[in-house]
């Protein structure tokens, strides 16, 4: 039953897409045809199908309706409420469903916020973004079906895999994909606005707020992803350079870009051609990110063969869309104004064009290493393996002069400014970096070759996006955002330098010495849960004034079944004590992992505070 | 006398003997840090605790015992596994795009803005 509802509601949805790009070149030569008729009556329909056949599937998890092929291959009776609905987007089919959901209600919002704007200009979006939702309903409906019956019907499934039965999993998705599919309204208006000749003023301010919410969501999807890593993986990282991490990092790079070129389109009226082409490249960015680890070509091409008709419709559909905006670009590009003058060196525009280059210096390195390894593989064969050193070693030495020009920029005025005038406090200022950081690296006994300039220039940047607090010609929603960056590399490296590790076969009973500290292991207990057994330990850490215990758990899920160590963390300002323990195959003994982590909290501040920049800058001007 | 200066000479050569050779766990973390562990999926030989990955250090902590260095295990173990095991892929023909095209983007990148922008 739910699944016939929820076909013929996408088999609505597909059709009401269709309607819409026949109708809307028709509506495009008529001048005078207000889009709030019955285009904007197609989109409701669409939206409100898409949301049921949505709905659909949730309740299929929720009942757990075994004669629907997903909730069979991704679910289980015995599974909490919670991760039931989580369980919706935690497989292929229904993340895409929640991909399709979001871009169609987007579609909705944006059709209903953007009335005071040109005709053609609206008509012209809602038309690119009807061709990314087709595509995605043909996707959805011919090769991965969300609504595929079984029968005989099983009686039970086969269990959600344990790792994502996850508070921050569960909502990471969804927030990731609302940052994802913000990008495709950049892109559809980008489009709209290059045929329609609207590249100016009035554009830049009105995808300003898409583009923002985008990289607010798009930030916090990065973030609980990352904190996700850090407490479930298990070995106190919070970025690896995964493939699948990288993804969600390139889009953020040319988002952050875009958001600086268009407030100069805003202001100044230049730099047109540039911020259409950050918006083609970003959102096909996102796409291919998608479509990358949901296909899981990047693991290993040899999944991707498993599954050719998938893959074939992704390449296909990929390679339509960037065609078709380069397409577009080029043939329109001479509609694009073009009062270029150059900028003078010593101006916001020139350093916003600095950041703009860094950012995608990052996204290439982030880009090529990402993808080389996939392309070595297909052209001859070999396996190589590009991680943590290779990402390191050319982006280090780049984050030097980044931080540094940082910390300038945003302190320099419109159009022309005096070079002069960079001096003395600023000087002031960089001489104290200087001082603080040799004395901390000096008390840390650390001497590598970069550390110095690295501490140097992110003491600098920290220093002087404290000064600007009381700047008055800068926003504050800006301040917030660049302090928290400046915070974010900061804690970044004190916590790279900072840590501690200790690593060590213990049986109960056992203590060992660490540092100053004292570690033992007190006590073992077996716990039974609804979908899962734990084994959780209890150890206490001990220094001369206090201490802690902390109880990390190995659990034992049993749909499907999968062993899982959960680390336990106490969290204070200064650091964080990260303890996880694994079985070993001695009788009794247990390997344990103790580490320090000092200033790991505010990684996460900073990037809520470089968030919450965002939606300061979107609340002030809407209020 | 001389017995002691004998003693005392033979402790200091042992002892530094000890300091440049004797066992080096960090080293071990460094080098386990930098391979792929090829049964997980994606994780460090030194993040993992499978098998191959802790035979994979008590090999690497036998290499150093032998006096190896760095550069000498690295090569031992992509003969024996390939490049795939190392994280940090060596400047060779097949990797030189790689580790040159972000820097080429770079220059050219910065070019194109030179040339946008005027000194006067």
């Given at each position: 039953m739910l699944n016939q509802i929820g076909n013929y509601s996408l088999y609505i949805a597909l059709l009401s897409s269709i309607l819409i790009i026949i109708q809307s070149p028709i509506l495009l030569n008529r001048n005078n045809i207000n889009v709030s008729g019955r285009i904007f009556s197609l989109i409701s329909i669409q939206s409100l199908m898409i949301i049921i056949s949505f709905i659909a599937l949730i309740i299929a998890f929720i009942i757990s309706d075994f004669s629907n092929e997903t909730v069979y291959n991704n679910s289980h009776t015995s599974k909490p409420l919670f991760y039931k609905i989580s369980g919706t987007w935690g497989n292929h089919e229904g993340s895409l469903l929640l991909w399709l959901l979001v871009l169609s209600i987007f579609l909705l919002i944006f059709t209903i916020t953007s009335k005071n704007l040109s005709n053609q200009y609206r008509i012209l979006t809602l038309f690119f973004q009807e061709i990314i939702i087709l595509g995605f309903l043909l996707f959805i409906l011919f090769?991965?079906?969300?609504?595929m019956s079984l029968f005989?019907?099983?009686?039970e499934g086969t269990g959600l895999n344990p790792i994502l039965q996850d508070p921050a999993l569960a909502i990471h998705p969804p927030i990731l994909y609302l940052g994802y599919v913000g990008t495709s309204i950049i892109f559809s208006s980008s489009l709209a606005a290059l045929i329609s000749g609207s590249v100016n003023k009035t554009w830049a301010k009105h995808i300003k707020n898409w583009v923002l919410v985008s990289w607010i969501f798009l930030s916090i999807g990065i973030l609980l992803g990352s904190i996700w890593a850090y407490y479930e993986l298990g070995w106190g990282g919070f970025w690896f350079w995964d493939p699948v991490e990288n993804v969600s990092l390139m889009p953020w790079f040319c988002l952050t870009a875009l958001f600086h070129t268009i407030l100069i389109l805003e202001k100044r009226e230049i730099f047109h051609s540039w911020a259409v082409i950050l918006s083609i490249t970003t959102f096909s960015l996102s796409m291919s990110g998608t479509f990358l680890v949901r296909s899981g070509i990047l693991n290993s091409i040899h999944t991707f063969a498993n599954d050719p008709s998938r893959g074939v419709f992704i390449l296909c559909f990929l390679f339509i869309l960037i065609s078709l905006s380069i397409f577009i670009y080029f043939f329109y590009q001479n509609k694009i104004k073009n009062n270029f003058s150059k900028t003078y060196i010593v101006s916001k525009e020139t350093a916003v064009l600095v950041n703009n280059l860094f950012m995608m210096f990052f996204l290439s390195v982030v880009l090529i290493g990402t993808v080389y390894p996939i392309f070595l593989e297909v052209v001859n064969n070999d396996k190589i393996s590009v991680g943590p050193p290779f990402y390191h070693k050319l982006i280090v030495p780049f984050m030097i002069p980044f931080l540094i020009f940082m910390a300038i920029g945003p302190n320099l005025n419109w159009i022309k400014d005096k070079i002069n005038k960079i001096n003395l406090q600023q000087l002031l200022f960089f001489i104290l970096s200087i001082i603080v950081s040799y004395i901390f690296l000096k008390r840390v006994g650390i001497s590598y070759l970069f550390s110095l300039p690295l501490f140097v220039a992110s003491f600098f940047l920290f220093f002087i996006t404290i000064k600007d607090f009381s700047v008055k010609k800068v926003n504050l929603s800006q301040k917030i955002s660049h302090f928290g960056f400046s915070l974010f590399i900061l804690s970044v490296l004190v916590n790279g330098v900072l840590a501690k590790e200790y690593s060590s076969n213990m049986k109960v009973g056992d203590e060992r010495k660490f540092l100053n500290k004292t570690i033992k292991f007190e006590s073992l207990k077996i716990n039974e849960n609804k979908n899962y057994q734990s084994l959780e330990a209890n150890f206490k850490i001990s220094d001369k004034n206090n201490s802690i215990n902390l109880k990390p758990e190995i659990r034992v899920y049993d749909q499907p079944q999968t062993i899982t160590s959960e680390a336990d963390i106490e969290s204070t300002l200064y650091s964080d004590n990260f303890l996880v323990f694994n079985i070993l195959k001695n009788d009794g003994f247990y390997n344990v992992r103790y580490q320090i982590k000092p200033f790991m909290i505010w990684i996460w501040i900073s990037i809520i505070l470089i968030s919450f920049g965002g939606i300061l800058s979107i609340v002030k001007k809407n209020g | 006398m001389k017995i002691k200066i004998l003693v005392f000479t033979v402790f200091y050569l042992i002892s530094f003997y000890n300091i440049l050779y004797g066992a080096n766990p960090e080293k071990v973390d460094q080098i386990s840090k930098n391979l792929r562990c090829l049964i997980c999926q994606g994780q460090s030989v030194y993040d993992s605790q499978s098998d191959f990955a802790l035979s994979m250090k008590i090999l690497i902590q036998n290499k150093i015992d032998e006096g190896k260095n760095d550069k000498q295990i690295y090569d031992f173990l992509k003969s024996k596994y390939g490049e795939w095991i190392v994280y940090d892929p060596e400047i060779t023909k097949n990797t030189f795009l790689l580790w040159l095209l972000p820097l080429i983007l770079f220059v050219f990148g910065a070019i194109l803005i030179i040339r946008k922008v005027s000194i006067k």
């Amino acid at each position: 039953m739910l699944n016939q509802i929820g076909n013929y509601s996408l088999y609505i949805a597909l059709l009401s897409s269709i309607l819409i790009i026949i109708q809307s070149p028709i509506l495009l030569n008529r001048n005078n045809i207000n889009v709030s008729g019955r285009i904007f009556s197609l989109i409701s329909i669409q939206s409100l199908m898409i949301i049921i056949s949505f709905i659909a599937l949730i309740i299929a998890f929720i009942i757990s309706d075994f004669s629907n092929e997903t909730v069979y291959n991704n679910s289980h009776t015995s599974k909490p409420l919670f991760y039931k609905i989580s369980g919706t987007w935690g497989n292929h089919e229904g993340s895409l469903l929640l991909w399709l959901l979001v871009l169609s209600i987007f579609l909705l919002i944006f059709t209903i916020t953007s009335k005071n704007l040109s005709n053609q200009y609206r008509i012209l979006t809602l038309f690119f973004q009807e061709i990314i939702i087709l595509g995605f309903l043909l996707f959805i409906l011919f090769t991965s079906n969300p609504f595929m019956s079984l029968f005989p019907i099983p009686n039970e499934g086969t269990g959600l895999n344990p790792i994502l039965q996850d508070p921050a999993l569960a909502i990471h998705p969804p927030i990731l994909y609302l940052g994802y599919v913000g990008t495709s309204i950049i892109f559809s208006s980008s489009l709209a606005a290059l045929i329609s000749g609207s590249v100016n003023k009035t554009w830049a301010k009105h995808i300003k707020n898409w583009v923002l919410v985008s990289w607010i969501f798009l930030s916090i999807g990065i973030l609980l992803g990352s904190i996700w890593a850090y407490y479930e993986l298990g070995w106190g990282g919070f970025w690896f350079w995964d493939p699948v991490e990288n993804v969600s990092l390139m889009p953020w790079f040319c988002l952050t870009a875009l958001f600086h070129t268009i407030l100069i389109l805003e202001k100044r009226e230049i730099f047109h051609s540039w911020a259409v082409i950050l918006s083609i490249t970003t959102f096909s960015l996102s796409m291919s990110g998608t479509f990358l680890v949901r296909s899981g070509i990047l693991n290993s091409i040899h999944t991707f063969a498993n599954d050719p008709s998938r893959g074939v419709f992704i390449l296909c559909f990929l390679f339509i869309l960037i065609s078709l905006s380069i397409f577009i670009y080029f043939f329109y590009q001479n509609k694009i104004k073009n009062n270029f003058s150059k900028t003078y060196i010593v101006s916001k525009e020139t350093a916003v064009l600095v950041n703009n280059l860094f950012m995608m210096f990052f996204l290439s390195v982030v880009l090529i290493g990402t993808v080389y390894p996939i392309f070595l593989e297909v052209v001859n064969n070999d396996k190589i393996s590009v991680g943590p050193p290779f990402y390191h070693k050319l982006i280090v030495p780049f984050m030097i002069p980044f931080l540094i020009f940082m910390a300038i920029g945003p302190n320099l005025n419109w159009i022309k400014d005096k070079i002069n005038k960079i001096n003395l406090q600023q000087l002031l200022f960089f001489i104290l970096s200087i001082i603080v950081s040799y004395i901390f690296l000096k008390r840390v006994g650390i001497s590598y070759l970069f550390s110095l300039p690295l501490f140097v220039a992110s003491f600098f940047l920290f220093f002087i996006t404290i000064k600007d607090f009381s700047v008055k010609k800068v926003n504050l929603s800006q301040k917030i955002s660049h302090f928290g960056f400046s915070l974010f590399i900061l804690s970044v490296l004190v916590n790279g330098v900072l840590a501690k590790e200790y690593s060590s076969n213990m049986k109960v009973g056992d203590e060992r010495k660490f540092l100053n500290k004292t570690i033992k292991f007190e006590s073992l207990k077996i716990n039974e849960n609804k979908n899962y057994q734990s084994l959780e330990a209890n150890f206490k850490i001990s220094d001369k004034n206090n201490s802690i215990n902390l109880k990390p758990e190995i659990r034992v899920y049993d749909q499907p079944q999968t062993i899982t160590s959960e680390a336990d963390i106490e969290s204070t300002l200064y650091s964080d004590n990260f303890l996880v323990f694994n079985i070993l195959k001695n009788d009794g003994f247990y390997n344990v992992r103790y580490q320090i982590k000092p200033f790991m909290i505010w990684i996460w501040i900073s990037i809520i505070l470089i968030s919450f920049g965002g939606i300061l800058s979107i609340v002030k001007k809407n209020g | 006398m001389k017995i002691k200066i004998l003693v005392f000479t033979v402790f200091y050569l042992i002892s530094f003997y000890n300091i440049l050779y004797g066992a080096n766990p960090e080293k071990v973390d460094q080098i386990s840090k930098n391979l792929r562990c090829l049964i997980c999926q994606g994780q460090s030989v030194y993040d993992s605790q499978s098998d191959f990955a802790l035979s994979m250090k008590i090999l690497i902590q036998n290499k150093i015992d032998e006096g190896k260095n760095d550069k000498q295990i690295y090569d031992f173990l992509k003969s024996k596994y390939g490049e795939w095991i190392v994280y940090d892929p060596e400047i060779t023909k097949n990797t030189f795009l790689l580790w040159l095209l972000p820097l080429i983007l770079f220059v050219f990148g910065a070019i194109l803005i030179i040339r946008k922008v005027s000194i006067k």
